[in-house]
Nanobody, 117 residues
Framework: QVQVVESGGGLVQPGGSLRLSCAVSGSMLNIVAMGWYRQAPGHQRELVAGITSMGGTYSVGSVKDRFTISRDVAKNMVYLQMNSLKPEDTGVYYC???????????WGQGTQVTVSS
């Protein structure tokens, strides 16, 4: 399983934007599908967006048209651009391989996103 370091979270007002970054160990992005996951207070960790090894992207309905996942294969980086943020987007965001959460044993420290006025 890849190792990751997430960054870029913070406190933002509703309607604002943030860009999360994920540094991925090794040159894996053209082999491994990656995802951004969110764990909101009192909720289970869930996938919000994924990018395949070929660069195809997916996002869940609640963030579609607001969040965009991308990657820089040369830099071993995965990004999550989050626009039009809502209070319900608050949570700890994690980057990891795009698999079932139950199959993932290793997690980075995550990055906290708080959307509040």
């Amino acid at each position: 399983q890849v190792q990751v370091v997430e960054s870029g979270g913070g406190l933002v007002q509703p309607g604002g934007s943030l860009r999360l970054s994920c540094a991925v160990s090794g040159s894996m992005l053209n082999i491994v599908a990656m995802g951004w996951y969110r764990q909101a207070p009192g909720h289970q960790r869930e996938l919000v967006a994924g990018i395949t090894s070929m660069g195809g992207t997916y996002s869940v309905g609640s963030v579609k048209d607001r969040f965009t996942i991308s990657r820089d294969v040369a830099k071993n980086m995965v990004y999550l651009q989050m626009n039009s943020l809502k209070p319900e987007d608050t949570g700890v965001y994690y980057c990891n391989e795009w698999r079932s959460v139950a199959q993932l044993d290793y997690w980075g420290q995550g990055t906290q996103v708080t959307v509040s006025s």
